[in-house]
């Protein structure tokens, strides 16, 4: 899990005893992506599919944007203050992790 602020940098991260290397990437790409963006992960992939208005969008940013669940901007005051970032799971449980985070935000 990784927590990035406003800016996009990160603050936090945490890895699970034998979660898996390259999930550590990810879950700081997720926050990222879900910051630079505003948006749920979830709901760019969605957006970034063939045919849809974000199609490549992927491709951007160094390849760091991430377009399945995962990721979700923190809000406070109606503003976006960072974002959290999982990766490890299934998607569903990514998005489950990422949900109940920005909830105890």
Same mark, same amino acid.
């Given at each position: 899990m990784a #927590? #990035?602020?406003?800016?996009?940098?990160?603050v936090a991260h945490v890895r699970m005893d034998g979660a898996w290397?390259?999930?550590i990437d990810i879950s700081i790409n997720k $926050? %990222?992506? $879900? &910051? $630079? %963006?505003?948006t749920a992960t979830k709901?760019?992939?969605?957006?970034?599919q063939p045919g849809?208005? %974000?199609y490549g969008i992927h491709a951007s940013n160094d390849? &760091? #944007?991430?377009?399945?669940a995962g990721g979700i901007p923190l809000e406070r005051d109606g503003q976006v203050v960072g974002a959290v970032g999982v990766s490890g799971?299934?998607?569903?449980q990514d998005? $489950?992790?990422a949900e109940a985070a920005a909830s105890a935000f």
């Open positions: #927590v #990035v602020d406003a800016g996009g940098n990160l290397l390259g999930s $926050a %990222f992506t $879900a &910051r $630079a %963006f505003d709901d760019l992939g969605d957006l970034a849809e208005q %974000f390849g &760091r #944007v991430m377009i399945f799971g299934t998607g569903d998005q $489950a992790v």
